[in-house]
């Protein structure tokens, strides 16, 4: 075991607890005075207290807001925006480490996964959409009338709050405030209650990049009082939220104080399918993979794995071998491959859903009981990948997103039952399939419903590959031009010609 040391930045930020908000260019407590504690994962040890915002925290934000639209961020010219956004992406990478450091200690993620990808996705993220200001044209409409001339404008949607859940905080932040502040908004974040350090940070680093005041606002509180106050705020023009579908409809509700607009990245049970052709050196690890990243703490984890008969077997023998290598420990630990649960009430709830899977007549196969120390650090909430099979297509743990390191095998025949079942779901986020017949693997891709469709890879995005959900896996996409439609309203203006 090689537990890395905390970066000296690292620690000064957590010394300067209680760690305050940004509101209107400066960092503020709540005015309640109110905190809360967040907690590292990996021992349960206190990390440091955060401001807790209310609806006064958020009115401050919406005028911040409203005075920036109104003042040097509305009328900043696009290329003034691209270079505050290529600051801030630069200082992001940077501070990765630190940010990267943030994360792992405020979620449990590994430490090799926060520095591999998280902080640098989400430099890469703001440097995407550092180059759109410049490029969000309108067009020329050629209408079948006379001397009139007619033309579209795309302008910011005004000020938009955006929410964001623990799991990925630096990636889903910056998929969500960089493209909104590219097209020229005002945006109010408010990270997860449990993983809020690193989005704090990264607020920081975007006033020193130069954003000027309430072109960002970070406010952090309870989703009860701060997600609920954002929501019906009739001064926020759009929300943009990833989270579970049961959040997702609430907002949808608050939505309609002012019609708002919405974007909604929810919930999930993705299929992943392994077909009999397949290469099973790729797609045993690439299915272990798909299902226990982050711990199962994702939301495209490839959850419901479908095994065609022939390869059933070796599948689910390759699977238990890996689950059995798997280095489960402290984030901070360079050889952990799983990290912890994030906390007791996310525990609770995955392993209910283990106790319901074994009494629906599941088969539990591998895992499914909190790990002890010596073999894990005291005070953390430690599960192994947990293999169920013989699983009904009816059983709870088939439909409900567990959101935990738990994978259910399922054998089948044919392709056609095969698109039957994995489409046999709520939702609708992502899908995996594994095959070496390219005609095979476009053929069930087009068929499957789902917003990404993985074929022999698994878990890979970019902020120009447009990314969101069919069904209640929520509307709309984040990342590629998608992002910009979604916050820019388009206007039509019509002009005669004739002297
Ligand atoms: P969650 O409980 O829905 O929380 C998400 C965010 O919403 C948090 O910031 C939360 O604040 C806030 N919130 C809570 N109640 C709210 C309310 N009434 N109104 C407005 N906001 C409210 O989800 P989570 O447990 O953090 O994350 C797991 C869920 O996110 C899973 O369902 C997963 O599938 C989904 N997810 C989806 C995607 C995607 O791209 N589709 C990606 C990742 C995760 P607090 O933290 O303060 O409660
Ligand atoms: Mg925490």
């Known amino acids: 075991m090689a537990i890395q040391s905390i970066d000296p930045n690292v620690k000064a930020f957590l010394d300067s607890s209680p760690i305050k908000m940004i509101i209107g260019g400066e960092k503020v407590a709540s005015v309640s005075g109110k905190t809360y504690v967040t907690t590292n994962p990996s ?46 992406a630069e200082l992001v990478e940077k501070n990765s480490e630190e940010l990267a450091q943030l994360e792992s200690l405020d979620n449990g993620k590994s430490l090799h996964h926060t520095r591999m990808i998280d902080s640098k996705v989400a430099a890469n993220n703001i440097y995407h959409f550092a180059g759109w200001p410049s490029k ?39 998929q969500k405030i960089s493209p909104a502040l590219a097209a020229g908004n005002a945006v109010i974040l408010k990270p997860a209650s449990v993983a809020s350090l690193a989005i704090l940070r990264l607020g920081e680093l975007g006033l020193e990049a130069g954003l000027p005041a309430g072109a960002l606002n970070i406010v952090t509180g309870p989703g009860g009082v701060i997600g609920q106050a954002l929501s019906s705020h009739p001064g926020i023009n759009k929300i943009q ?23 909604l990245e929810l919930g999930s049970k993705a299929p992943n399918c392994i077909l009999e052709d397949a290469d099973l050196d790729v797609a045993i690890p690439g299915a272990f993979k798909a299902a226990f990243v982050n711990s199962g703490q994702s939301c495209v984890a490839g959850c419901r794995l479908y095994v065609q008969k022939p390869v059933y077997e070796h599948v689910v023998a390759g699977m238990l071998e890996l689950a059995n290598k798997a280095h489960i420990g402290h984030a901070f630990d360079t050889e952990t491959d799983l990290g912890p649960i994030v906390d007791e009430a996310q525990f609770n709830t995955v392993t209910g859903y283990i106790q319901d899977g074994i009494q629906s007549g599941a088969k539990l196969l591998s895992g499914g009981k909190r790990l002890k120390p010596p073999s894990v650090p005291e005070g953390g909430f430690y599960l192994p990948p947990t ?9 709870r743990i088939s439909h409900e997103e567990i959101f935990g390191p738990v994978v259910n095998i399922y054998s089948f025949d044919t392709e056609e039952e095969l698109i039957r079942r994995a489409n046999n779901t709520t939702y609708g986020l992502a899908a995996g399939i594994w095959t070496t017949n390219l005609a095979r693997a476009h ?10 469709v993985w074929i022999n890879t698994y878990d890979f995005f970019a902020p120009n590959a447009p990314f969101g959900g069919y069904k209640q896996s929520g509307y709309g996409r984040d990342n590629s031009f998608e992002a910009i439609e979604a916050v820019t309203e388009v206007k039509s203006i019509w002009v005669p010609t004739r002297q």
């Open 136 to 174: 969000i044209f309108g067009q020329t409409v050629p209408v079948s009338i006379p001397e009139i001339f007619v033309y579209t404008r795309r302008e910011p949607v005004g000020v938009v709050g955006l929410i964001i859940p623990w799991n990925y905080p630096l990636i889903h932040g910056t």
């Open 241 to 263: 939220v990833t989270g579970s579908t049961e959040v997702g409809r609430q907002i949808i509700q608050n939505s309609t104080v002012n019609i708002k607009r919405l974007t």
């Open 443 to 452: 053929r069930i891709a087009s068929k499957i419903e789902a917003g990404v």
């Open 43 to 88: 021992d349960g040890a206190k990390l440091a207290e955060i401001y807790s915002g209310d609806q006064e925290d958020i009115n401050r934000a919406v005028e911040a807001a409203q005075t920036a639209m109104a003042g040097p961020w509305g009328r900043m010219l696009p290329a003034e925006r691209e270079k505050i956004l290529r600051r801030f």
């Open 387 to 395: 293999i169920f099979t013989e699983v009904a297509d009816e059983a």
